[in-house]
């Protein structure tokens, strides 16, 4: 049988290194128009990592407010300065740290609307943040008050790890716990969909506003009164899942709400009231050693 021997002519020997540089070419010039597309026509950016795009993929989207949106330039540069106070800046840092361990994305929005109570702030600063990040599963809403007080518990292997696993979880859109006086919105975690943007559109009507003064009230009205489909989209946590209150808050000491060394996250509203915000900060510090 006779052997057959491949025999490339000179011709071909001369395409090969040919074709190969133009395929060089062409990636190189794809990449480049990328850069280009990017500098010219930028997505949206984090207020913090000013990230690029394509690194737009982050799970967990943690979102806060801070009252002075001018601040916001000086927590993008450097969140050891002093940001309007030494509290914010100390909360700033703890959940940028925080975000950094797992690898979430933190957002930092300021107030816009001053015609409602701050608290409303809440409800533009998550329609923003899902929409400039549209691949984040989860947005994790915390007011600038609360502070992580024990790092180790991720929300990925803890509070989301059953919704993400178990089909009986799949319609829920909202995870938040109810203290004394019924649902908290100081932290809360919201699914990134269009129910979730219906919904917080639909709390932030002007026509509800003008009967509420909170937007944890009229949350509470839609669930209880509005349509039934509501509340069954709500996953209702033990308050200390996501936020402990402190031991002289409105609830008293319940150990249902109250903060315990090992929770989560501690809420420390109202210190500035209290003027005792050094001696909780001081507490909390502690733990976190």
Not at 36 to 43: K, V
Not at 255 to 269: C, E, I
């Amino acid at each position: 049988m006779p052997y057959y021997k491949s025999i490339r002519s000179p011709i071909q020997s001369k395409q090969r290194p040919e074709l190969f540089y133009c395929a060089l070419i062409f990636v190189v010039a794809v990449f480049i128009s990328f850069i280009l597309l990017d500098l010219i026509y930028p997505f949206p950016e984090s207020v913090i990592s000013g990230d690029p795009w394509w690194k737009h993929n982050h799970r967990i989207t943690i979102v806060t407010v801070i009252n002075n949106v001018n601040d916001i330039d000086i927590a993008m540069v450097d969140t050891e300065k002093e940001v309007n106070n030494n509290n914010i800046s100390t909360s700033i840092r703890n959940k940028k740290n925080y975000s950094e361990k797992y690898g979430y994305k933190f957002v930092i929005k300021g107030i816009e609307d001053w015609d409602r109570e701050p608290s409303w702030a809440n409800i533009p600063a998550l329609l923003k943040t899902m929409n400039e990040y549209p691949n984040s599963d989860w947005l994790w809403w915390i007011d600038s008050n609360l502070f992580i007080s024990n790092p180790s518990i991720s929300l990925t292997s803890t509070i989301l790890h059953d919704i993400t696993l178990s089909p009986e979880y799949d319609n829920k859109e909202i995870i938040i716990g109810n203290d004394c006086f019924g649902i908290n919105t100081a932290s809360f975690l919201i699914h990134n969909s269009h129910w979730s943007r219906k919904f917080l559109k639909t709390v932030y009507n002007p026509r509800l506003f003008k009967d509420f003064k909170y937007e944890e009230t009229v949350m509470q009205a839609l669930i209880d009164f509005e349509d039934i489909e509501v509340g069954s989209r709500i996953l209702f946590v033990p308050l200390r899942t996501l936020n402990s209150l402190p031991l002289n808050s409105s609830c008293g000491n319940d150990y249902r709400y109250k903060w315990h060394k090992g929770d989560f996250v501690v809420n420390l509203a109202g210190c500035e009231v209290q003027k005792d915000c050094e001696n909780r900060f001081k507490e909390v510090m502690d733990c976190l050693k």
